[in-house]
């Protein structure tokens, strides 16, 4: 028993949960050290009728699949995935948008970090902290939240031949459902963030960055980005779980010898953070174009998509900054996964993916002559 089931063990004395000779015993040893006790009541194999005596929990208590609650721990995992992750990446992100809007000061990541360092200090390399933790938690209560909503309902319309047959199909349009939702909570922060992080002097953080941001564009200014928010995060977030779950999959089928569910929860974790990594990668490429224009349209004042391709150009839409992305884009999604399948290990519930969903079982012969 491991130090999670022992902690979800029943305080009641042990005597309650042996078996029903061991409880007989115990009791009458009660009995004997206390003479004025009441006999016990006749072993009938199992807890008679009114006696407080209670069966022995065969398994720690879990959270039903599915359920309320089961939502709320996704949302949660979600949250402490995206939020912690993007806030530790900061650095990282505050070179890739600099590069994006100034190439000509920040001409490679190494360089870039010589700039921010000389210019702002170390303190400088964090600009930007608290809207990204604020904005990347609320997206990732959603995406994940909404995402594990939506691949149910999806599945559950589907019904269970057509969700096995088509269940990348179900990952793709759970996890873009999902994203569309995610992205409206995402937007304001992110356009306060790229702000404050590439307009030298526009203001030290969220506290006053906000209400000068909203000053300036108005509260509609906000969800400027939005569309090509959703163009960088909808194709990134189908990209980031479908392939998730198909790498996942492919790996326990091909690389590991050893079933899932008789794989150690270490074990698991480290599939979890791989097939992350990996996905990470594909995500970077496909949402990379969008990520350009969302930096440089939240940077430049009544900027339009149609300035962003004429002075970026198409080759530089696809390319700048696209190595340091992925980098970035790499370790925060495997570590986002790697987080989300720690958090639901802790509170019970299993990793993700896998497992292929099973297909309908054929109707046997004596049902198919029953419904005829």
Request: net charge positive.
């Amino acid at each position: 028993m491991d130090l999670s089931e022992k902690s979800r063990q029943s305080l009641l004395p042990n005597f309650l949960y042996s078996s029903s000779a061991t409880r007989s015993l115990a009791l009458e040893r009660v009995v004997s050290r206390n003479p004025g006790s009441p006999a016990p009541p006749p072993s009938n194999g199992g807890a008679s009728q009114g006696s407080f005596l209670i069966q022995a929990p065969s398994e720690p208590r879990k959270i039903a699949l599915y359920s309320p609650a089961y939502y709320a721990a996704c949302t949660a995992g979600g949250i402490a995935s995206c939020g912690l992750t993007h806030t530790a990446v900061t650095p990282l992100d505050l070179v890739k948008c600099n590069m994006q809007i100034d190439p000509s000061k920040y001409k490679s990541i190494t360089s870039g970090f010589g700039v921010l360092l000389r210019e702002q200090g170390l303190r400088g390399f964090f600009k930007g902290w608290v809207p990204t933790l604020l904005g990347y938690s609320a997206q990732g209560a959603c995406k994940f939240g909404f995402y594990e909503f939506f691949k149910k309902y999806y599945s559950d319309i589907a019904g269970p031949e057509f969700a096995a047959k088509y269940k990348t199909l179900i990952y793709l349009a759970g996890s873009a459902s999902a994203e569309v939702i995610a992205d409206v909570a995402l937007c304001p922060m992110e356009a306060v963030k790229v702000r404050v992080q590439t307009q030298p002097g526009f203001a030290r953080g969220l506290s006053d960055g906000f209400p000068k941001f909203v000053k300036s564009e108005g509260y509609l200014g906000l969800y400027k980005g939005l569309v090509p928010l959703w163009g960088r995060q909808i194709p990134y977030t189908m990209m980031k779980f479908a392939s998730f779950e198909t790498i996942v999959e492919l790996l326990y089928k091909y690389s590991i010898p050893t079933p899932k569910d008789e794989c150690s929860k270490t074990l698991q974790l480290g599939v979890s953070f791989a097939g992350g990594y990996i996905a990470g990668v594909f995500c970077a490429v496909v949402s990379h174009p969008a990520d350009n224009l969302v930096s440089f349209l939240n940077n430049a004042k009544g900027a339009t998509v149609g300035d962003a391709v004429k002075k970026l150009g198409l080759w530089g839409l696809f390319t700048r900054g696209l190595p340091l992305r992925i980098v970035m884009i790499g370790t925060l999604t495997g570590a986002q996964w790697g987080i989300y399948d720690a958090f639901k290990v802790m509170v019970g519930l299993p990793t993700t993916g896998g497992v292929a969903p099973a297909a309908a079982p054929a109707p046997e012969p004596a049902q198919l002559k029953a419904s005829a």
